[in-house]
């Protein structure tokens, strides 16, 4: 196959030693996810379209739909599109399972999405992404709410991405507000103040005039855009703009219990953040992102939020909240900007050398009993001099190289294994050999910039 | 969303215990990939589709292509279509990234693939698969042809997957054997021959003759066919055929050398079987199928080959040999025919009991500490009376409910733990307690038929 090689744009694809990094980061997200009792489910990647449809934002003109190259009678039925998100799908999941499923449900979704948008940086067309939901029958308990960023502060508490912020609003606190201020337009309202960061306050003002709201409507809209509290304070800088609504009063307490719980199990980690706004419609109440202190041009790196109305068959509904990593973009944003790095291109700690082709089945034996116990290894691929071998391990990150011994004429030689990296080789038997490097996993370096 | 909610045929989902065992099986893969040294990638969904055409079998006809619903300018380029295996993107992979790899290159990969077949039983249209592969530049030692099978042998004699046996043919055996019978048309020759478990044998010797075989030449094709053996006697067998050609002699020492290897790594794992021809067309030497003892009717779990010409970009060209496990497949089979179960539903080995609402924070605390012993726990989503929260922990399959003490009247409680299978109630501490069930991941229970 001759045809030329070029890469797709917004469909990134890393080499062994990153990919390895992006494992590490998928097997910690796992392992919190785990320990805090969410299961794990997976969706199917398509969906019907008209079930992708709808959901704000630019995620219409994003899906990517499929067709079969050779159709036939039997693809009469709906038109298939990929999922842009692990939300949608779950909803569907959650209807389509609810009798076989124990309520609260509390599920992780590790996947790949695709979003057929203009390739930039930290956005890509196909990407993954790792999602906590709750969902509970009719009513969901307000706890979950604040549970969400606390399971990621401690995801990424354990991973090196440096400085954190989750950032948490309420659907309600703006509804109510321009509510309160006579604004009737609340979608809109919210779309426009989301591109505060984008096009600054000037122009947003001139966006919200446009639409019809009035100079002091406006102005209202951006003061409460401003406010921005590690503690609870921001209902009192609410309250001082003289906004009055019952729905603003309900969003303002629910938001003030999500940050109160934040304070106590995971200090300096949410921050009440009123300018946030999320994308997508089918968010009822709070809203998170979550920036990392420098990377903020990246956008966010975990979003998500409640979601009252999104599953629901007509007669029963299922509200749920959730929150979501774009592992892509983290990992991505570490490498390119922080020097996310690891010293292994392979998990393999040990390579076995091959004296000659004749032993191979030798070398093979040794490997089989060190991987008996667990150690990851490889057997040379060729029985070159053994300066050569130990560059082909030295290339590949593998820390020690085994030779092993034999009869000769001078007797029984016994098995070596050497460090590559000090040099030194002692005498080891592969049934009892202990690889001083506790953690075989590949060691990752934190961030060198 | 009111949308009514139905299954799509073809693309299977696994509820939360299924979901469970699945990941058992994948985590047991790859830990026994990554033991034998292979290094993971993933490498996008999407390829053009020029590059997924023209591999043979009705590849073709099953290709998901992808169009944008609002397709704008950007999208002018080569038309794109979901990979159905993971070979023929790993080969455009080595090529694109050739001169960032270590060679020989051993890669893992685990990753879905869409195939727009006809569903039907064990047939998926979207389906995970495992594969490894070995690929160097220019040529390929044989010994890696005989390493794959035995990787395969390890990852099932891991797993609760009953006897299997690897079949293991040559492509040069056939092509052989058609040129020294004075068949010319190779391709064409196996592709009947490959019908001989559907169709019978009287089938394809008429569709032999009507391709314009005498009936001499397919009663020799009908006859390899048949010619099996566990050790290299099939070499006899096939030379009492009394047919002659030099790609034959080759095949039969590669095809003897791998069975060979097999037998004293593996014994009673490996099979000559001369009748396994795989679907596509890029395999050149060496080829695999693997069938479960009583799932013959499923068709393969396990297949691959060796493919020369698969990934070259004109000048270099990198042979491979590699192996794929349908995992899918595999999981399916065994939970549908074999009743594959485990008693869990979550991850999650304790409840944390709520006392009140008020003390869900010390609950939480609770779960904290044991979090930081790697205990995977969940904390009681409503302060119901104990009976209810334990029947919660029950209906999960969540062996232990824990009962946070605390200060009453009488005085100072200690926590208690409960084994709600035993029924067995003792004092804890959750910084010392230790969970006896030592292995916290879900047990998986061998086939129950």
């Known amino acids: 196959m001759a045809t030329k090689v070029t890469p797709l744009s917004g469909f990134p694809e890393l080499l062994p030693a990153e990919r390895l990094l992006e494992l590490h980061f998928l097997d910690t997200i796992r392992e919190v996810f785990e320990l805090h009792g969410f299961t794990p489910i997976e969706t199917r990647a398509v969906e019907p379209v008209e079930r992708l449809l709808g959901q704000g934002g630019d995620a219409d003109k994003e899906i990517y739909g499929l067709r079969r190259l050779a159709a036939d009678d039997e693809d009469k039925g709906a038109e298939l599109g990929l999922h842009f998100d692990l939300t949608v799908p779950f909803a569907r999941y959650v209807l389509e399972h609810a009798g076989k499923l124990d309520f609260p449900f509390r599920r992780y979704q590790i996947q790949k999405v695709w979003r057929g948008e203009r390739p930039q940086q930290g956005r890509f067309r196909e990407f993954t992404q790792a999602d906590i939901d709750v969902v509970d029958v009719g009513a969901l308990a307000p706890h979950f709410e604040a549970e969400m960023p606390l399971v990621i502060a401690e995801v990424f508490s354990r991973l090196p991405v440096g400085e954190f912020h989750i950032q948490v609003n309420n659907r309600k606190i703006t509804e109510g507000f321009y509510r309160g201020l006579g604004l009737t337009d609340n979608a809109g309202t919210l779309r426009i103040v989301d591109k505060l960061d ?58 003030a219990a999500v940050i109160e719980t934040g304070r106590s199990v995971a200090p300096g980690v949410l921050v009440a953040d009123l300018r946030i706004a999320r994308g997508l419609d089918y968010y009822t109440g709070t809203v998170y992102e979550t920036q990392l202190v420098g990377g903020e041009a990246w956008g966010s790196v975990c979003s998500g939020g409640r979601y009252d109305s999104l599953a629901s068959d007509g007669r029963t509904t299922y509200p749920g909240v959730g929150i979501s990593i774009g592992v892509s973009r983290l990992v991505h944003l570490l490498i390119d900007n922080r020097g996310l790095t690891t010293s292994r291109r392979t998990p393999a700690a040990v390579l076995v050398a091959v004296t000659d082709e004749e032993s191979r089945p030798h070398s093979t034996a040794v490997a089989t009993a060190l991987r008996a116990r667990g150690i990851p290894c490889e057997v040379a691929p060729k029985a070159d001099r053994f300066g050569k071998q130990i560059r082909y391990a030295d290339r ?54």
């Open 396 to 449: 590949r990150g593998i820390p020690y190289v085994w030779f092993p011994g034999g009869r000769d004429d001078s007797g029984e030689r016994p098995d070596q294994v050497k460090d590559i990296r000090s040099g030194e080789q002692v005498e080891a038997d592969p049934s009892t050999w202990v690889c001083p490097d506790a953690d075989l996993r590949p060691a990752v370096v934190t961030l060198t910039r």
């Open 198 to 255: 984008k096009i600054g306050a000037a122009n947003v003002r001139a966006l919200l005039v446009e639409s019809g709201a009035t100079e002091e409507q406006a102005a209202g809209c951006l003061a409460l855009a401003e406010i921005r509290s590690d503690d609870t304070s921001f209902v009192d800088q609410v309250r001082a703009l003289g906004v009055d609504h019952p729905v603003l009063d309900e969003g303002l307490a629910e938001l």
